[in-house]
């Protein structure tokens, strides 16, 4: 059987006619469900995600003024870069290299979620509300 031959019958097993955005939407939210972290924020003042592989990570939330201006030195990275960023400033050596091989989502999905309460954090020291 030559490659062309392989790669028509592989075409034949999707159904590219019957795609629909319902189809579309359907498996857009199984990817975004399989990749997304689980969190907790942690009495010791760390956020603490934990991967679909059971991999967790726990990242600080209260940090020194210059480790945070080292950090913003980076906004205009994304969200991965900046907690890339930030590992690697913390000396958490493994949650860098494990960053660096999982899956693209679920590293975006940490990133934002732990800005997010950082983010909260900040607007509720300030005195404003969340809501």
Do not use: C
């Amino acid at each position: 059987m030559t490659s062309k031959t392989k790669n028509a019958l592989a075409v034949e097993e999707f159904d590219f006619e019957g795609w629909t955005d319902e189809a579309e939407n359907a498996a857009l939210a199984v990817l975004a469900g399989e990749n997304s972290i689980q969190y907790v924020i942690s009495e010791n003042r760390f956020f603490v995600g934990r991967f679909k592989d059971g991999r967790i990570i726990k990242t600080p939330l209260v940090l020194s003024v210059n480790l945070l201006e080292a950090v913003t030195g980076f906004e205009d990275q994304s969200d991965v870069e900046q907690i890339k960023h930030l590992m690697e400033l913390l000396g958490k050596d493994e949650d860098l290299e494990y960053l660096n091989q999982a899956d693209i989502f679920s590293a975006i999905d940490y990133a934002q979620k732990y800005f997010s309460m950082f983010e909260k954090i900040t607007r509720l020291t300030m005195g404003e509300s969340l809501s």
